[in-house]
Structures are given as C-alpha cells and as structure tokens.
T-cell receptor
Framework: IAGITQAPTSQILAAGRRMTLRCTQD?????MYWYRQDLGLGLRLIHY???????GKGEVPDGYSVSRANTDDFPLTLASAVPSQTSVYFC????????????FGEGSRLTVL | QKEVEQNSGPLSVPEGAIASLNCTYS??????FFWYRQYSGKSPELIMF????GDKEDGRFTAQLNKASQYVSLLIRDSQPSDSATYLC????????????FGKGTKLSVIP
C-alpha cells in the first residue's frame, strides 16, 4: 500500500541522547516535511525539503536536522535530545512543493526524560 | 507572523444536524485554504481545499471562503458520530512560501 512509513512508532529517550526518526515514502512525491504536534500548540513545521538534495528550515528548527539524499527518505535527527522535544512527530509529503495537499505518516511519539 | 485562529471547542452537535466550523486568519496574502480531519491518536488527513471566494461542496462537506473578511468555514451536513474528530484549518500563502500554517484545531463531537 502506497504511503508514508515512519519509525519508530514510539520511543522513550534519555536526555542528551541522539535520536533519528525515519520517514520513507513510496509515492514519488517531491516535497517532504517534518511537523511536531503538541497539545495547545497545534502542528508546527520543523524542516522541509522541496526536492531531493535540498532542505529548508520551518518554524521550529532548533535542535533538529534533516537530510534528503534521495526522493524517498527524509530522516529527522535530534542531536542531543531535551525534554522540550517530547512530542508527536509527523512526517508528510506532497506531490510538489508549495501546496497544502499533504499526506501524513502515522506519527512517532517521542518522550524525552 | 501568520496566524490561524480556530475555536478549540469542543463543539457538540446532535446526529443529523449541521456542524459549522470556523477559522479566521491574519495574512491577507493567503491564497489557499485547507481543512484536515484528525481522529484521536491518528494523523491528519485532507478533506477539503478551497482557493476562490464562495462555496465548494464535496458530498456532505462544504467549504466557504471569504477573503475580504478573512475567514474560512467548513460545514458538515447530516453529521454522523464518525465525524467526531478534530478539524484543522490550514493556509498556504502562495508563491515563495513553502510552509503550510495550521490552526490549533476544533474538536467536534457528534452525539448519537
């Protein structure tokens, strides 16, 4: 079934540890995004990529990095996790950049202690 | 700073009634507007988008856009318990913008 796969589904992490959230899509979409969703704050864009080889910063990029080596994969890395990064993380894609028609993965729930 | 405002709810309507969800925005340059539905514990899914002033209908859903008043709404006719979810309003500002700005969502509860 075509779509977006995120891993892990859930993770508990000690503060200071490095963590990579994986995201893979098989729809050949050009644009990919990482959002975090927090109660009372809604969905906020962390980083985006308009096409393979390019990335950009969203609203809340600090403490996160991304790479886009190919069309399908868009991993999100927390270099040194902090408790404020406890959140639900959603990866999304769209056929082309600059549209609002996003397809979301199932999310990764991350708890940083 | 682009802002998208939604009443957090919960909005409770009886089954079969019309649910009206509203959204206002601050950026007059916003060009495209989207409604996403998010069931509890699930990811958002796109249900409607609207680009032009007026109404756009899709089944039981109608999106309404008034750019002069800077609001967009979603009407759900013949509401069903399966419509119970959080509805997220989002906007895209147009060329040169790669960020879809989301509201915080309105929680809808359809009472059988």
């Amino acid at each position: 079934i075509a779509g977006i796969t995120q891993a892990p589904t859930s993770q508990i992490l000690a503060a200071g540890r490095r963590m990579t959230l994986r995201c893979t899509q098989d729809m050949r979409h050009n644009a990919m995004y990482w959002y975090r969703q927090d109660l009372g704050l809604g969905l906020r864009l962390i980083h985006y990529s308009n096409t393979a080889g390019t990335t950009g910063k969203g609203e809340v990029p600090d403490g996160y990095s991304v790479s886009r080596a190919n069309t399908d994969d868009f991993p999100l890395t927390l270099a040194s996790a902090v408790p404020s990064q406890t959140s639900v993380y959603f990866c999304a894609s769209s056929p082309s950049p600059g549209t609002g028609e996003l397809f979301f993965g199932e999310g990764s729930r991350l708890t940083v202690l | 700073q682009k802002e998208v405002e939604q009443n957090s709810g919960p909005l409770s309507v009886p089954e079969g009634a019309i649910a009206s969800l509203n959204c206002t925005y601050s950026d007059r340059g916003s060009q495209s507007f989207f409604w996403y539905r998010q069931y509890s514990g699930k990811s958002p899914e796109l249900i409607m988008f609207i680009y032009s002033n007026g109404d756009k209908e899709d089944g039981r859903f109608t999106a309404q856009l008034n750019k002069a008043s800077q609001y967009v709404s979603l009407l759900i006719r013949d509401s069903q318990p399966s419509d119970s979810a959080t509805y997220l309003c989002a906007l895209w500002s147009g060329a040169g913008s790669y960020q879809l700005t989301f509201g915080k969502g309105t929680k809808l509860s359809v009472i059988p």
